[in-house]
T-cell receptor, first 110, second 114 residues
Framework: GNSVTQMEGPVTLSEEAFLTINCTYT??????LFWYVQYPGEGLQLLLK?????DKGSNKGFEATYRKETTSFHLEKGSVQVSDSAVYFC?????????FGAGTILRVKS | GAGVSQSPSNKVTEKGKDVELRCDPI?????LYWYRQSLGQGLEFLIY????????KSGLPSDRFSAERTGGSVSTLTIQRTQQEDSAVYLC????????????FGDGTRLSIL
């Protein structure tokens, strides 16, 4: 079946540190891949997406590349800010539904 | 423009009561989805609508759960004879056409069963 595994948190970083949140997936066919973010007290927001192998999604300084050979979609940011503190969800889109990972809490300290 | 709107934002009810949760999708979005977010299970898909039809109901956890959509717009998720394990945040999302288009989420309804 389809599933998403992402690194457990919480991840705690100092401001301006480099961020990587690992995400790997298992899927039949050719899913689309997404990162969603949930800021404290807010709803889920789409952060970025990639629809096919080797696509790179980017937004707000975050990037992720769809790697079919390693079935991965790792989220990266070169310099995190306190305002990036949130829960990050990796998801695959297949067959009209999203399958989510468990979420990774990111805490950025000033 | 307006995003996905859900009501109520919070609902507290007694075990055994029925509840209705409402979702108003983004105007023009033909696809509508319900998900559930709970501590033990994470984010789970419940049901997908394309227009007023529900071609995928595979995530509904029991026959106490049902959903409908009217006019290709508003959707209602109904839980009958609520149980404590139904306590969760119920999220609605919509997208332009379904498939793997990005889904836009509402803020959710936090349901607490006493």
């Amino acid at each position: 079946g389809n599933s998403v595994t992402q690194m457990e948190g919480p991840v705690t970083l100092s401001e301006e540190a480099f961020l990587t949140i690992n995400c790997t997936y298992t899927a039949t066919g050719y899913p689309s891949l997404f990162w969603y973010v949930q800021y404290p007290g807010e709803g889920l927001q789409l952060l970025l997406k990639a629809t096919k192998a080797d696509d790179k999604g980017s937004n707000k300084g975050f990037e992720a590349t769809y790697r079919k050979e390693t079935t991965s979609f790792h989220l990266e940011k070169g310099s995190v800010q306190v305002s990036d503190s949130a829960v990050y969800f990796c998801a695959l889109g297949y067959g009209n539904k999203l399958v989510f990972g468990a979420g990774t809490i990111l805490r950025v300290k000033s | 423009g307006a995003g996905v709107s859900q009501s109520p934002s919070n609902k507290v009810t007694e075990k055994g009561k029925d509840v209705e949760l409402r979702c108003d999708p983004i105007s023009g979005h033909t696809a509508l989805y319900w998900y559930r977010q709970s501590l033990g299970q994470g984010l789970e898909f419940l049901i997908y609508f394309q227009g007023n039809s529900a071609p995928d109901k595979s995530g509904l956890p029991s026959d106490r759960f049902s959903a409908e959509r009217t006019g290709g717009s508003v959707s209602t998720l109904t839980i009958q004879r609520t149980q404590q394990e139904d306590s969760a945040v119920y999220l609605c999302a919509s997208s332009t056409t379904g498939g793997n288009q990005p889904q836009h989420f509402g803020d959710g309804t936090r349901l607490s069963i006493l």
